[in-house]
């Protein structure tokens, strides 16, 4: 069972930009579909972008246009660059897998707080 553990958050003003990584513990060539979600406060977790082995990708429309995900296999990252932040992408970003996510496992995430 691969593990992931995200990095990258912080505080940023708003149209600020972040980058985060979702570092895997093994290899992830096999993965299908690694996604970011995020969790805001008061909301349920919802999904931010997701790419495929192939590199398809496809973006929650709140998100669409500022967001970018991306993949590499030989490094086993994940990553997630985020531009022209808003307030309300403020929430605790994971990423996961599907059987992950079948068996209700979560890394702790990183915290993204975008300030006014």
Request: with cysteine; proline share 3%.
């Amino acid at each position: 069972q691969v593990q992931l553990v995200e990095s990258g958050g912080g505080l940023v003003q708003a149209g600020g930009s972040l980058r985060l990584s979702c570092a895997a513990s093994g290899s992830i060539f096999s993965i299908n579909a690694i996604g970011w979600y995020r969790r805001a406060p008061g909301k349920q977790r919802e999904l931010v972008a997701r790419i495929t082995s192939g590199g398809s990708t496809d973006y929650a429309d709140s998100v669409k246009g500022r967001f970018s995900i991306s993949r590499d296999n030989a490094k086993n990252t994940v990553w997630l660059q985020m531009n022209s932040l808003k307030p309300e992408d403020t929430a605790v970003y994971y990423c996961n897998t599907p059987v992950r996510i079948a068996r209700d496992y979560w890394g702790q995430g990183t915290q993204v707080t975008v300030s006014s």
